[in-house]
Every structure is written in C-alpha cells, then in structure tokens.
C-alpha cells in the first residue's frame, strides 16, 4: 500500500503569491496515476489535476502539477481569493487508491 | 453532466451495519468504476474501496473485513455495506466516479453523506 506524504501541513500566503505544495510517495507511483483535489468547507473534494500534470476540465492554467517517480508537487502561480482551501494529492496503484493527508492553503 | 447522490440512515449504532446507497443520473453507469472515499470530522480524505466497470471489487486493505460495495445496474445505483462500526467510523462519506480514462483519479463526486455512529 503506497503512503502519500503532504508537506507543509499548512501554508499561509497573501493573494498574489506562489503557492507550491508537495507530495511524496512512500514507493514509486507512475505519473499517470497521481493526481490532484481542491476541497473547500462544506464542499466534495474538486478534481484539479491527472496525470501528475493535466489540468482537468475547467480549471485555470494558474495550476499546474509536475513531479516524477516518489515526488510531486502543485503549484498555483498568483493565488486567487477563491484558491484558499485544502488540496489532497491521490494516487491509483495495484488496484488501490489512496490519498494523502492534505495541505491547507490560508490566508496570511 | 454526470450527477451522484448519497443516500442513507445519518445515525448507526455500534456495533451494527452502516448501510448508504448511491445514486447516479445524468449519464450512465456502465464502463466506469465507482469508489466510495469517507472523511472523519476535520480529518483528511481516505479511499474506502471501489467496483471496477467488470464487476470485481478492491477494498482498503485496513478497512476490507468489514467493507461490500455492490451494485444494482437496472436501478443505477451501487452501495457501500460496513459491519461492526465504531465511533471512528463516523465520517462524511462521498461516492465518486472513475471514469477509466487510464488516469485513476475520481472526476465527479455527491455531496457526501454524514454518518453519526452513536448510540
């Protein structure tokens, strides 16, 4: 069963800045199956990105996902008053999800 | 557009069956896989298990003695059954859709659905 470790547990930023959020894989995980969710109070977790770097429909090109292998990360370019919110990484391997614990995206 | 609806009792006991249907509209539910994923109060996402689209099932390993997923095509609707809960199952319990585009990710999800376990 593959761990995903999220880091930082909470990352405080104004709107405008850089956001990048980590993701590591306790064992390799094919870039296909890594992706990425947007949840806010109250609210279903959103699909944001597949793939480890495809956004998916609807999304603004200010995310985007890279990494490789056991690391991955989000990046959100220049936060938005809307993009404050938790994001979970999640990954689909040997028949089994799982998700990572999350980040926390507030406002400094 | 794809819609899921969680449907269910808000309160178990311990100790008893925790039973919660899923319902799909707007799109069909042949040749996706469906997965339920609960969330405890302030806790993070976890993975409860999945029916593939060929009718086998995949559970997490942590949960798998307790858990069924089965599904009723004519009805559109499948369903999570987990026996012997505990105050720690209480949790908001969502069903989302695979749609087996070689990604393994979920794209559409329900509301979720609240499960108090309380006696």
């Known amino acids: 069963e593959i761990v995903l470790t999220q880091s930082p547990g909470t990352l405080s930023l104004s709107p405008g800045e850089r956001a990048t959020l980590s993701c590591r894989a306790s064992?390799?995980?094919?870039?296909?199956?890594l992706g990425w969710y947007q949840q806010k109070p109250g609210q279903a977790p959103r699909l944001l990105i597949y793939?480890?770097?495809n956004r998916a429909t609807g999304i603004p090109d200010r995310f985007s996902g890279s990494g490789s292998g056991t690391d991955f990360s989000l990046t959100i370019s220049r936060l938005e008053p809307e993009d404050f919110a938790v994001y979970f990484c999640?990954?689909?391997?040997?028949?089994?999800?799982?998700f990572g614990r999350g980040t926390n995206v507030e406002v400094k | 557009q794809v819609q899921m609806q969680e449907s269910g009792p808000g309160l178990v006991k311990p100790s008893e069956t925790l039973s919660l249907t899923c319902t799909v509209s707007?799109?069909?539910?042949?040749?996706?896989?469906w997965g339920w994923i609960r969330q405890p109060p302030e806790k993070g996402l976890e993975w409860i298990g999945v029916?593939?689209?060929?009718?086998?099932?995949s559970y997490n390993p942590s949960l798998k003695s307790r858990v069924s997923i089965s599904m009723d095509t004519s009805k559109k609707q499948f369903s999570l059954k987990m026996n012997s809960v505990t105050s720690a199952d209480t949790a908001v319990y969502y069903c989302?859709?695979?749609?087996?585009?070689?990604?393994?990710?979920?794209?559409?999800w329900g509301q979720g659905s609240l499960v108090t376990v309380s006696s």
């Open positions: 989302a859709r695979d749609p087996v585009d070689g990604y393994g990710h979920f794209d559409s």
């Open positions: 707007g799109g069909s539910i042949a040749n996706y896989h």
């Open positions: 029916m593939f689209h060929s009718g086998s099932t």
């Open positions: 064992q390799s995980v094919d870039n296909k199956y």
């Open positions: 793939g480890a770097s």
């Open positions: 999640q990954q689909y391997g040997n028949s089994l999800y799982s």
